[in-house]
């Protein structure tokens, strides 16, 4: 079966007036003249003290843009853009891709040798380099002198004006390890971004001139499509947190109606509120959009009693961002939502499929291939879809643990449940082996502090307790044989993901 996403699915969550103002304007090219017209005197972003309205930032770009058409590049021509989050980035991002080149987004943390190694891989014919960063740059000088570095501060003596393009011109490479875990580039056309920035207004009941507050780092694609891009569509003010450190601090002094998070993140703010027994991210605070792994319905239920409303969503790279979104999570725990519009989604022996106009082109940079003869884009998730077209998520293919008795463990599925116990914070099932030599089933798990605190004087031993006794409700084939209370959490990714374990 198909499953066919749809606009109209969130127009009952929307208020009619956004609902009006959600248009597409084909391609980034057109989105931003428009925007820089619309709201020309709003603040576009805020960083470290100083900020910039549309119609400076249009300006800003506007120079750089000349830049990197006076160093020859042309239309589809791939431009690295190496910048940390800051207002840099967005000057080099918007003036690359209106100047009908392909940003080619690279992220700040790679070393000198990498830097090289992208540029040559990804056929780029220009960099725009952030000033702090230049010392990454000395390599691809040496070794491939033919290709320009500039910086965002680079302007060329006339402006060049935005370039036309077509909406299915390549519009940004952005870095992905696809459904295989190796690094690639993903590359993105200008209506699968300009899809993407739309899907992130839908089920908002209002999205146009917020205040966001930017956490993520901009060279992944849920900062750069839904906080950064949907900021700018929507006319809204873009604080850009120049470390996470300050990052509550910057909520306090900015006040920010919207912030787009990783559940971790999401936890942290919650400790915090809870520790300091005053809600850490503000009074002003109405929206958190959470994603990029498992959205706990702990932090859904908690954040509803602070009267902010917390949207789990679904999305890859590949997919230009999101896929889906919650717009009802009290009534739907554990979903990811339904699924955004132009787009098909298709359930093949369990795993999710997708199909749209939203999806990558091609992967760049290596000869795998994810997708079917007829574009069908399978993306190693497995999921479920129930009788309201409401998406779940419920693990990896490549995570599919087989047991002795042949049979199959979504590991995933089983952490779900025991995650619904409030005091779980996070768990991991995996394959262990037993004294005998034969492989069994163990979980480990993170206590969150401030629900364990209720359990009494033996905390860990009531959640123990508890833990058995959901074991105890599963089929015989998914009980664990093992549970570890941990006392330092996972190993995570930078993206705040836990690192499994290596069979």
């Known amino acids: 079966m198909i499953y066919t996403g749809s606009a109209d699915a969130f127009r009952k969550y929307t208020s009619p007036e956004t609902f009006a103002g959600i248009v597409d304007d084909g391609d980034l090219c057109r989105m931003w003249q428009r925007c820089a017209k619309a709201y020309a ?50 000057r080099a991002f918007l003036a690359v891709v209106t100047a009908g080149c392909t940003a080619v987004v690279l992220p700040p943390h790679l070393d000198a040798g990498a830097v090289y190694g992208c540029c040559r891989l990804f056929g780029v014919k220009a960099l725009v380099c952030q000033e702090a960063l230049l010392p990454k740059c000395e390599v691809l000088k040496t070794q491939a002198p033919d290709i320009p570095v500039l910086t965002p501060d680079s302007a060329a003596a006339e402006a060049v004006s935005v370039r036309e393009v077509s909406s299915a011109d390549p519009c940004v490479i952005m870095f992905t390890g696809g ?10 056309s200008h209506a699968a971004v300009t899809q993407g920035v739309m899907n992130g207004c839908y089920g908002i009941r ?37 470390s996470n450190q300050d990052l509550f601090r910057d909520i306090a002094s900015f006040r920010p109606t919207v912030l787009v998070l990783v559940p971790a993140l999401a936890e942290m703010a919650l400790a915090l509120s809870r520790k300091f027994g005053r809600n850490m991210l503000g009074a002003d605070m109405r929206t958190v959009i959470c994603g990029a792994a498992a959205v706990p319905q702990f932090l859904v239920e908690e954040y509803s009693k602070l009267g902010i409303d917390l949207f789990p969503g679904y ?28 787009q098909e989604l298709r359930l093949v022996d369990g795993e999710l499929w997708l199909r749209g106009r939203n999806m990558l082109t091609a992967y760049v940079g290596t000869e795998e291939k994810a997708w079917t003869e007829d574009q069908w884009f399978r993306t190693g998730d497995l999921a479920r879809v ?45 394959e262990a082996a037993a004294e005998d030599g034969k492989h069994i089933l163990a979980l480990e798990v993170v206590l969150r502090a401030s629900e364990a605190a209720k359990l009494g004087d033996d905390p860990k031993g009531t959640a123990l307790q ?27 990714s930078p993206s705040m993901k836990i690192v499994r374990y290596k069979r």
């Open 41 to 90: 005197e709003r603040t576009a972003v805020v960083y470290d003290g100083a900020s910039v309205t549309f119609a400076g930032l249009d300006s800003q770009a506007a120079g750089l843009r000349g830049a990197v058409a006076a160093a020859g590049c042309g239309l589809q021509d791939r431009v690295a853009v190496l910048c940390g989050n800051s207002i840099d980035f967005v």
């Open 179 to 188: 459904t295989t875990g190796k690094s690639k580039g993903a590359l993105l």
């Open 206 to 242: 209002e999205i146009f001139g917020q205040r966001y507050l930017l956490a993520l780092p901009l060279s992944h694609v849920f900062g750069l499509i839904r906080n950064l891009l949907t900021s700018l569509y929507t006319g809204s003010t873009l604080m850009i947190c120049k």
């Open 315 to 342: 999305g890859l790279t590949e997919s230009a961002n999101l896929v889906s979104g919650n717009p009802e999570p009290m009534n739907k725990p554990g979903s990811v939502g339904l699924p955004f519009p132009n």
């Open 386 to 430: 129930d009788e309201d077209g409401f998406l779940y998520i419920t693990g990896r293919t490549k995570e599919i643990i087989i047991l002795d008795n042949a049979e199959n463990i979504s590991p995933a599925e089983l952490e779900a449940r025991f995650n619904e116990l409030p005091c779980i914070q996070d768990s991991q099932v995996f």
């Open 466 to 492: 508890m833990l058995w006794e959901i074991n105890r409700r599963q089929r015989p084939a998914e009980q664990v044989a093992r549970i570890v209370i941990r006392d330092q959490d996972f190993e995570r």
